[in-house]
């Protein structure tokens, strides 16, 4: 049976598992890291140790998922030569160097720099200390941005040529800066955000629950849930662009988004439906009239075309259909329970258990739009490997099927146990920096540190003993 499996599907199937599981820890790490420095300045500002305690448990936290990060990473990019050897002997010369600029201007930052962030505490300086997590910071940052250059160059290709079948660069700032970048590159980093602010406040609203009362408990919930609600509102807005960047350059995806069959003009806003390829209709269909039109075209009676254009070269419409609805409704959620919860912690006043339990069901919230917004992405770009050039048919290796269904079946179980193991280690160290925490009552007096300009600032508290 396993002689009849399909290769392609099962090779997508399988980069799209190993994407799925990666890609949850660089959304936690890339904004984390900037939170911690958030952290430290806190501290440095006020002297109040709470905030310190805060960066004690997070920075841990950090090290756990970046450990998994690159783990996972390195298995990532193993595939692009075993199952997908297409793309790289067609696009190598691009993404090749993409690649390496990572490696190069990234991950050496953060290799150099995360021990001393995570070890360094009492063995350097205060002041090289918090370099080193400025440092972590900016490479993670600069770590997404190459990533996401070469995923948006994928979608939007420029500035290159082929000769004889191979793909050569022509210019380089057209291919960083293409027409897709700017969009996927901020909704990606606010996103990453989003998803801290959500997980930061939710362990912090588990350890509330389980009636942890010292000052960092609070106070990182409050970051969180402040964060959330300044940056979703932004998060829908650069959304918006990025839809109307996706209606210019792929709007193939936009019509299996929205399930547009048919080129028309004042095309209803389908909020949910199921799609039917084989009728090419959407059954049960809840329409709002006109809206697609107004929010794509900015005119009520603004022309989409259909999937009747593009001759069969169209993604799969329920899946796109769904995750992004999937992801919109996350967003939505976030908006509300961010607004709600800012408004009750207001002014130093704590959580009620109702809004204590909802921020604990949104902890893993941002993990769940992410994975849905990259679904809508990355499948919504079927069937092209880079959009308009290849066909993800011409890329795929000949590895034979029952072999990748083997080792899919081994990524699989190891991700479940992985992700089981990431979570249940999350929690105990949530609860252990419980434990260990003061209490208001019994907590040492904090010593105030003279404020200065500058980030960073000397604190002879945190010097080497033997300096």
């Known amino acids: 049976m396993l002689?009849?499996?399909?290769?392609?599907?099962?090779?997508?199937?399988?980069?799209?598992?190993?994407?799925?599981?990666?890609?949850?820890?660089?959304?936690?790490?890339?904004?984390?890291?900037?939170?911690?420095?958030?952290?430290?300045?806190?501290?440095?500002?006020?002297?109040?140790?709470?905030?310190?305690?805060?960066?004690?448990?997070?920075?841990?936290?950090?090290?756990?998922?970046?450990?998994?990060g690159v783990v996972s990473g390195i298995i990532m990019s193993f595939q692009f030569g075993t199952n997908w050897p297409g793309f790289m002997n067609t696009f190598g010369n691009i993404a090749g160097p993409l690649l390496a600029y990572e490696v190069l201007t990234a991950f050496f930052i953060e290799a150099i720099f995360v021990g001393i962030m995570l070890f360094g505490f009492n063995r350097v300086s205060n002041r090289v200390h918090t370099l080193s997590t400025l440092a972590v910071a900016l490479a993670t940052t600069l770590s997404a941005f190459w990533i996401l250059v070469l995923n948006s160059w994928m979608h939007t290709p420029a500035g290159f040529e082929m000769r004889d079948g191979v793909a050569h660069a022509t210019d380089w700032w057209a291919i960083i800066f293409n027409p897709s970048f700017p969009y996927r590159f901020s909704h990606m980093m606010v996103a990453s955000f989003l998803t801290v602010a959500f997980f930061i406040a939710g362990v912090s609203a588990w350890r509330w629950l389980r009636g942890d009362r010292s000052p960092a408990v609070l106070a990182t919930m409050r970051t969180g849930v402040y964060m959330g609600a300044l940056l979703i509102p932004l998060q829908i807005f650069?959304?918006?662009?990025?839809?109307?960047?996706?209606?210019?350059?792929?709007?193939?995806?936009?019509?299996?988004?929205?399930?547009?069959?048919?080129?028309?003009r004042g095309v209803p806003l389908v909020l949910f439906g199921l799609p039917d390829e084989e009728a090419r209709t959407t059954h049960f269909a809840i329409e709002i009239p006109k809206l697609a039109s107004i929010i794509l075209t900015h005119d009520p009676d603004g022309e989409l075309k259909g999937l009747n254009e593009f001759e069969n070269k169209h993604p799969p419409v329920a899946v796109v259909?769904?995750?992004?609805?999937?992801?919109?409704?996350?967003?939505?959620?976030?908006?509300?329970?961010?607004?709600?919860?800012?408004?009750?912690?207001?002014?130093?006043?704590?959580?009620?258990?109702?809004?204590?339990?909802?921020?604990?069901?949104?902890?893993?919230?941002g993990w769940v739009a992410v994975l849905a917004g990259w679904y809508t992405t990355e499948i919504g770009r079927q069937p092209w490997m880079v959009q308009g050039v290849q066909l993800v048919a011409d890329a795929v290796g000949p590895v034979p099927g029952p072999q990748i269904a083997l080792t899919l079946v081994g990524y699989l179980l190891l991700y479940a146990v992985l992700l089981t193991a990431y979570i249940a280690v999350l929690f105990r160290m949530a609860k252990k920096a419980g434990l260990a925490g003061s209490s208001p009552t019994d907590a040492p007096p904090a010593t105030p540190i003279p404020v200065s300009p500058g980030l960073i600032l000397p604190n002879p508290a945190l010097e080497p003993k033997n300096a």
């Open 3 to 68: 002689d009849f499996l399909d290769p392609l599907l099962l090779a997508r199937i399988q980069f799209a598992a190993n994407i799925s599981f990666h890609i949850l820890f660089p959304t936690i790490t890339i904004a984390l890291a900037w939170v911690l420095l958030f952290f430290k300045w806190r501290y440095h500002r006020s002297g109040d140790m709470k905030w310190m305690d805060a960066y004690a448990l997070w920075v841990k936290v950090f090290a756990l998922s970046f450990s998994l």
């Open 238 to 264: 650069i959304g918006d662009l990025h839809g109307l960047n996706t209606l210019k350059y792929q709007p193939a995806k936009i019509a299996a988004i929205e399930a547009i069959w048919e080129t028309d």
């Open 321 to 365: 259909f769904w995750t992004f609805r999937v992801m919109v409704g996350i967003g939505m959620a976030m908006l509300v329970v961010g607004f709600w919860a800012a408004w009750q912690l207001r002014k130093g006043r704590e959580p009620s258990v109702l809004l204590a339990r909802v921020l604990l069901l949104m902890t893993f919230s």
